[in-house]
């Protein structure tokens, strides 16, 4: 199975260099492992466009499609045999950016 682990800011800025490294250990745990598919940070709510064309013409709005205080600030697709072990490495994840993350299942 692959999940997506995304990693949820409630402020927007960078990580750290700390956060950083941890996050380059991390991952590369992940590949050594074989639970690496993809990962990737994500710009500021700020730099979003929001397409909608769901009618005669599309739109588009600048900025999240959502107003909230947290955001999607990055995430990784991984592989794993099981929701637990799923679990078990998104605790590493939040502990490697010092965020929390949400995992879901990839359909």
């Known amino acids: 199975m692959q999940y997506v682990f995304s990693v949820l800011f409630d ?12 996050i380059d250990v991390f991952n590369a745990q ?4 074989g639970h690496w598919v993809f990962g990737a940070g994500l710009g ?9 064309n769901r009618g005669e013409k599309a739109m588009f709005t600048d900025g999240p ?4 205080k947290e955001f999607v600030g990055g995430f990784w ?3 794993a045999d ?14 490697a950016c010092n965020r929390k993350i949400e995992v879901r299942p990839i359909l």
């Open 30 to 33: 992940l590949q050594a492992d």
């Open 77 to 79: 697709i991984i592989d």
């Open 11 to 22: 402020e927007v800025g960078f990580a750290t260099p700390e956060e950083d490294a941890a």
């Open 65 to 68: 499609y959502l107003e909230s």
């Open 44 to 52: 500021a709510p700020s730099t979003a466009t929001v397409i909608d």
């Open 82 to 95: 099981d929701l637990d072990l799923a679990l078990k490495l998104a605790e590493g994840a939040s502990k």
